[in-house]
């Protein structure tokens, strides 16, 4: 069974900036896509960012200019780099990974950006 443990979240002024980190158990490289979705209070889960193993990456809208979501396969780490900070930006952030045959999330980080 895949885990990914994710670390980074925490609160922040408004402006601010975190970097969240994800680490899957096992090799990076089985995952073709791995993203980042958040879920805000009363909100569905919505998508943050994802990244291919090619190095092709999407955003939502509400996140574009202020967020880059990357991948390193040499430490094995998926990451994402959180600028601009806003309080709608508050949520659990999900670490995502997804193979051919089967996708994965982990537990959530919880992101708080105060105003």
């Known amino acids: 069974q895949v885990q990914l443990a994710e670390s980074g979240g925490g609160l922040v002024q408004a402006g601010g900036s975190l970097r969240l980190s994800c680490v899957p158990s096992g090799s990076i490289f089985r995952f073709n896509i791995m993203g980042w979705y958040r879920q805000a209070p009363g909100k569905q889960r919505e998508l943050v960012a994802r990244i291919g193993s090619s190095g092709s990456t999407s955003y939502g809208d509400s996140v574009k200019g202020r967020f880059t979501i990357s991948r390193d396969n040499a430490k094995n780490t998926l990451y994402l780099q959180m600028s601009g900070l806003k309080s709608q930006d508050t949520g659990v952030y999900y670490c995502?990974?997804?193979?051919?045959?089967?996708?994965?999330w982990g537990q959530g980080t919880q992101v708080t950006v105060s105003s």
């Open positions: 995502y990974a997804e193979t051919r045959r089967d996708d994965y």
